[in-house]
């Protein structure tokens, strides 16, 4: 029986053994296997390799993304079914620290194709995704002589909740800035429209501001989204598969990707069970999508 064969069928016996001890280092001894062919006992001595995650920019992706994170994962089955999704997850890195944009890496397609059979939810889809930081904004007004030319809408037209917060962010010109989520409804009108916009309020014209809060998006270890899907007839030149690694890979990963606090290139040297999980794990998932960055998967003897 070849020696791939092999470690592809101890890697799917995976479940059977205990992990911690292979993830923390200690070397796993020889595995006793059954070979399929002779049904004979015989024993593999265990694989030693490298596996690699490297960052790359997410539209370079030559094959098919996996998605990661269950969360994303079901937002995206989720925003396939028509729903528009808000929502905030927890990254391993400090999003802010990327080495290119945009924050999250879902945000930066027009365009994919969902290869999800389980789901029933195969095909194009548009994109309509937005995404960054995720941290509570704190929102404010200045008095301002508004351009001749500007859009100046009063706060009394504003619909309830919106008029509220318009109110409240005047008042913050003494002090105690109210604050929103960048996902929700709201946030996102904040966001889009009342940061950047002239307001008036008691013959007094005013525009909307995000008040800078020392630190708090370079520390942030979140991100943020809100995300809808259109189907479409158009071919997308990217292909998102949700079906997702094996456990002991991405026990493997996660153990692998929380010793780093940026997104960078991350190695580790693997043998036994785990060099035979993450040698599957390269050959069938090429490049992931989490939450922080695309990463290529390789995985070298």
Aim: hydrophobic share 35%; with cysteine; proline share 8%.
């Amino acid at each position: 029986m070849p020696s791939t064969d092999r470690r592809a069928l101890l890697a799917g016996v995976a479940g059977l053994v205990g992990v911690a001890g292979c993830l923390n280092g200690e070397t796993p001894t020889a595995t006793t296997a059954t070979d399929p062919e002779t049904g004979h006992l015989e024993t593999d001595p265990p694989a030693a390799g490298r596996l690699t995650l490297d960052p790359v920019p997410p539209t370079e992706a030559d094959e098919p993304l996996t998605v990661l994170p269950d969360d994303l994962r079901r937002w995206i089955r989720q925003a396939a079914d028509g729903t528009t999704v808000r929502g905030h997850a927890g990254s391993y890195v400090y999003p802010i620290q990327q080495s290119y944009e945009p924050i999250p890496p879902l945000t930066a397609f027009d365009r994919v194709r969902i290869d999800d059979p389980d789901s029933g939810d195969s095909g194009s889809y548009d994109v309509d995704a937005d995404g960054g930081v995720y941290y509570e904004r704190a929102v404010g007004a200045e008095a301002v002589s508004p351009p001749a030319d500007a859009e100046v809408t009063p706060v009394s037209e504003l619909p309830n909740e919106r008029r509220e917060l318009a109110l409240a962010a005047i008042g913050a010109e003494n002090g105690g800035a109210p604050r929103v989520e960048p996902q929700t409804a709201l946030g996102s009108w904040v966001r889009t429209e009342f940061f950047g916009g002239y307001y008036s309020h008691e013959g007094t014209t005013y525009r909307g501001h995000e008040v800078q809060q020392t630190d708090v998006a370079f520390f942030a270890t979140e991100v943020w989204y809100v995300l809808s899907l259109s189907p479409t007839e158009t071919e997308a030149a990217t292909t998102l598969t949700p079906a997702a690694p094996e456990e002991r890979a991405r026990m493997i990963i996660d153990d692998l990707r929380s010793e780093h606090e940026t997104v960078e290139r991350m190695e580790r040297d693997v043998e036994g069970l785990n060099a035979g999980a993450a040698e599957t794990l390269a050959a069938a998932h090429p490049y992931l999508l989490t939450h922080d960055a695309v990463y290529q998967v390789t995985f070298v003897y």
